[in-house]
């Protein structure tokens, strides 16, 4: 783990932890995925420091020790060139890592690091590579604080999926390898539908529906209706809607 | 004074990094729910947790709270539990705490000892059974969802341990009053306000179903016969207009399709 233009703070403001909780908080129940997350945490991180921009790179090392950037994602630096002339780039000169991907979507040059408007970070994420995420100001705006640094450090310190390339899965467990029938009894059962009106709806007999339930609970280890609906999140639900 | 309060830079980091891994959490809400609540404990030292709703907290009305989610508790300690925070005195108890709360209408977490600084649990009915869920230090939690209704949560610490302290009921509150989301999902669309139509055994029967008891652990729970708790079981399946309890639960868990 590297930091450049802050140091890890000792105590924080309350104020502040309770806006980063704030943000945390909307996002654990915001609907959309790995990336998305990623976008509304950068984006709710820069505001909280009052950054104009922020970019997030991940590479991984090869044979050589030069790093080779795989993905790339940044908030919207085209709202910013129509008032500034420059950025300060977020990675520093020696950096192989590539600027070009901000150059050429901003049509911009960067100017010389000189870091005073730069706060970057870098993390090493096991067996997989390198993470830099970097916020910037206007050249025209104040340096960051030390406050600001504080709370940019600790939540990207301490919030590791900000730094891994793809978050966890969603858990849809086994459905994708149901027949359609299948996830379609699926679906009722969990909306609490039961076997009676699973038959009327499909316009199927009973004992058929019986024969499809009996195979379910097969399938995820269960012996009843109310055990599969704990078994099951609510994702799955979701995943089963039709169209 | 509240702007500049500050806060050890480990306790906020545990807080972040807590809600960091809630985040990442792919389950559904209840499963976030007890991620959150879990990882609280460890971070306070806390052993056990309740969180549901309190459909009735108003000065001079008997509380009516349901538990819809736990962890920490054996059977035998969540029994006991039941019987503790159900208990009829314990309305006095929490009446200081009522009143605060209808006044400011906003999230409000205390300690056991500010609710209740005279220590008047300990001469109710309820103490017998608050000590057999061997529970002593408390934390509580209150949201409110609407004009009536209010996301109710109890964080607790064993016997013979120090009771919670005022850093610890700010890392709880921090952690609990910025995650509006996880109070309003995951219960039915009305926050449960018909719940004091039903009587105290129903709810508690009710709870139990939600949470996936079945009728014969019920009965165990309660130390009532299996014909009896057929009976609340049919009357809280007529009070929700539901046929099973798979119906039940969905209602519950989900709120009426209101999230789809």
Same mark, same amino acid.
């Given at each position: 783990?590297?930091?450049?233009?802050?140091?890890?703070?000792?105590?924080?403001?309350?104020?502040?932890?309770?806006?980063?909780?704030?943000?945390?908080?909307?996002?654990?129940?915001?609907?959309?995925?790995?990336?998305?997350?990623? !976008?509304?945490?950068?984006?709710?991180?820069?505001?909280? !420091?009052?950054?104009?921009?922020?970019?997030?790179?991940?590479?991984?090392?090869?044979?050589?020790? $030069?790093?080779?950037?795989?993905?790339?994602?940044?908030?919207?630096?085209?709202?910013?060139?129509?008032?500034?002339?420059?950025?300060?780039?977020?990675?520093?000169?020696?950096?192989?890592?590539?600027?070009?991907?901000?150059?050429?979507?901003?049509?911009?040059?960067?100017?010389?690091?000189?870091?005073?408007?730069?706060?970057?970070?870098?993390?090493?994420?096991?067996?997989?590579?390198?993470?830099?995420?970097?916020?910037?100001?206007?050249?025209?705006? $104040?340096?960051?604080?030390?406050?600001?640094?504080?709370?940019?450090?600790?939540?990207?310190?301490?919030?590791?999926?900000?730094?891994?390339?793809?978050?966890?899965?969603?858990?849809?467990?086994?459905?994708?390898?149901?027949?359609?029938?299948?996830?379609? !009894?699926?679906?009722?059962?969990?909306?609490?539908?039961? $076997?009676?009106?699973?038959?009327?709806?499909?316009?199927?007999?009973?004992?058929?529906?019986?024969?499809?339930?009996?195979?379910?609970?097969?399938?995820?280890?269960?012996?009843?209706?109310?055990?599969?609906?704990?078994?099951?999140?609510?994702?799955?639900?979701?995943?089963?809607?039709?169209? | 004074?509240?702007?500049?309060?500050?806060?050890?830079?480990?306790?906020? @980091?545990?807080?972040?990094?807590?809600?960091?891994?809630?985040? /990442?959490?792919?389950?559904?809400?209840?499963?976030?729910?007890?991620?959150?609540?879990? %990882?609280?404990?460890?971070?306070?030292?806390?052993?056990?947790?309740?969180? %549901?709703?309190?459909?009735?907290?108003?000065?001079?009305?008997?509380?009516?709270?349901?538990?819809?989610?736990?962890?920490?508790?054996?059977?035998?300690?969540?029994?006991?539990?039941?019987? /503790? &925070?159900?208990?009829?005195?314990?309305? /006095?108890?929490?009446?200081?705490?009522?009143?605060?709360?209808?006044?400011?209408?906003?999230?409000?977490?205390?300690?056991?000892?500010?609710?209740?600084?005279?220590?008047?649990?300990?001469?109710?009915?309820?103490?017998?059974?608050?000590?057999?869920?061997?529970? +002593? %230090?408390?934390?509580?939690?209150? @949201?409110?969802? +609407?004009?009536?209704?209010?996301?109710?949560?109890?964080?607790?610490?064993?016997?013979?341990?120090?009771?919670?302290?005022?850093?610890?009921?700010?890392?709880?509150?921090?952690?609990?009053?910025?995650?509006?989301?996880?109070?309003?999902?995951?219960?039915?669309?009305?926050?449960?306000?018909?719940?004091?139509?039903?009587?105290?055994?129903?709810?508690?029967?009710?709870?139990?179903?939600?949470?996936? &008891?079945?009728?014969?652990?019920?009965? +165990?729970?309660?130390?009532?016969?299996?014909?009896?708790?057929?009976? &609340?079981?049919?009357?809280?399946?007529?009070?929700?207009?539901?046929?099973?309890?798979?119906?039940?639960?969905?209602?519950?868990?989900?709120?009426?399709?209101?999230?789809?």
């Amino acid at each position: 783990m590297m930091l450049q233009g802050a140091s890890p703070a000792l105590c924080f403001f309350e104020s502040d932890i309770r806006k980063i909780s704030h943000l945390l908080g909307r996002i654990i129940t915001a609907k959309g995925d790995h990336t998305s997350k990623r !976008i509304r945490l950068l984006d709710g991180l820069a505001h909280l !420091i009052s950054a104009d921009a922020w970019a997030w790179e991940f590479s991984d090392i090869d044979s050589d020790g $030069r790093k080779r950037p795989l993905s790339f994602l940044k908030s919207d630096l085209k709202k910013l060139s129509a008032t500034c002339q420059h950025f300060l780039p977020i990675i520093s000169r020696d950096d192989v890592c590539d600027t070009s991907a901000l150059e050429e979507d901003t049509g911009l040059r960067f100017a010389n690091p000189s870091c005073c408007l730069t706060l970057r970070f870098e993390n090493q994420v096991p067996g997989a590579g390198l993470s830099t995420i970097g916020m910037f100001r206007r050249v025209s705006s $104040r340096a960051f604080s030390e406050r600001d640094g504080g709370v940019f450090e600790l939540v990207l310190s301490e919030v590791s999926w900000v730094h891994t390339p793809q978050g966890p899965e969603r858990s849809v467990l086994a459905t994708r390898s149901l027949s359609p029938r299948l996830r379609t !009894i699926l679906h009722f059962l969990l909306k609490g539908n039961s $076997r009676k009106q699973i038959a009327d709806l499909l316009g199927i007999e009973l004992n058929t529906v019986h024969g499809y339930v009996r195979d379910l609970y097969l399938v995820f280890q269960v012996k009843s209706q109310v055990a599969l609906l704990q078994r099951c999140s609510h994702d799955v639900v979701r995943s089963l809607d039709p169209p | 004074m509240k702007n500049s309060a500050m806060l050890e830079a480990k306790d906020a @980091r545990a807080i972040v990094r807590l809600l960091g891994e809630v985040c /990442a959490n792919p389950g559904d809400t209840i499963a976030k729910k007890r991620q959150l609540m879990d %990882g609280i404990c460890e971070l306070i030292d806390a052993d056990r947790w309740g969180w %549901g709703l309190a459909a009735q907290m108003e000065p001079g009305k008997p509380s009516v709270h349901i538990s819809l989610l736990h962890g920490g508790f054996t059977e035998e300690a969540y029994a006991a539990y039941t019987q /503790a &925070y159900t208990h009829p005195e314990m309305t /006095a108890v929490h009446a200081s705490f009522a009143a605060e709360i209808a006044e400011k209408r906003c999230h409000l977490t205390r300690l056991r000892q500010q609710m209740d600084p005279e220590e008047g649990f300990k001469k109710t009915g309820a103490y017998a059974y608050w000590q057999a869920a061997d529970i +002593d %230090g408390v934390i509580m939690s209150l @949201r409110p969802l +609407d004009s009536k209704t209010f996301s109710i949560l109890g964080i607790y610490r064993r016997f013979g341990a120090d009771l919670f302290t005022s850093r610890e009921n700010r890392i709880a509150h921090i952690l609990l009053s910025e995650v509006p989301s996880l109070h309003t999902q995951g219960w039915p669309d009305d926050h449960g306000i018909t719940l004091p139509d039903l009587s105290t055994r129903q709810r508690v029967t009710l709870g139990l179903l939600v949470q996936g &008891y079945k009728r014969d652990q019920i009965a +165990d729970h309660l130390k009532l016969s299996l014909h009896t708790v057929n009976d &609340y079981v049919q009357a809280v399946f007529k009070h929700f207009a539901v046929r099973s309890q798979a119906e039940l639960m969905v209602r519950f868990q989900a709120g009426d399709g209101g999230d789809q």
